[in-house]
């Protein structure tokens, strides 16, 4: 069974930053690239970040382009998630997602990934 944790999450003070890590198991890990989305309150779900299998690729949306770094460790089946300069509308659920898909074009879009975590909450105070 395929199972994708989120941690990191909590209260940050604005100007902060964060570390949210994804633990994958249940897969080949190596095969997935895996994104990072988020979803604030009434609001869509946001693309924030993803990685090729290898690592050595990444794509960034906008919004946190700059700001944060994505990075995934092969030998433990995770991924991390680092992000700067926190201000409250980075408040939001932040979840994983693993798909077979290469890193490209649709890579943004989150009916590209077949598996999900829970989420984890991060609210950022001003």
């Known amino acids: 069974q395929v199972h994708l944790e989120e941690s990191g999450g909590g209260l940050v003070q604005a100007g902060g930053s964060l570390r949210l890590s994804c633990a994958v198991s249940?897969?080949?890990?190596?095969?997935?690239?895996v994104g990072w989305f988020r979803q604030g309150p009434g609001k869509d779900r946001e693309f924030l970040a993803a990685?090729?299998?290898?690592?050595?690729?990444?794509k960034y949306a906008d919004s946190v382009k700059g700001r944060s770094s994505i990075a995934r460790d092969n030998d433990k089946d995770s991924v991390h998630l680092q992000i700067d300069n926190l201000g409250p509308e980075d408040t939001a659920v932040y979840y994983c997602?693993?798909?077979?898909?290469?890193?490209?074009?649709?890579?943004?879009?989150?009916?590209?990934?077949?598996?999900w975590g829970q989420g984890t909450q991060v609210t950022v105070s001003s």
């Open positions: 990685i090729s299998r290898t690592g050595l690729r990444t």
């Open positions: 249940g897969l080949l890990f190596s095969q997935y690239k």
């Open positions: 997602a693993a798909s077979i898909a290469v890193l490209g074009d649709g890579t943004k879009d989150a009916g590209q990934y077949e598996y």
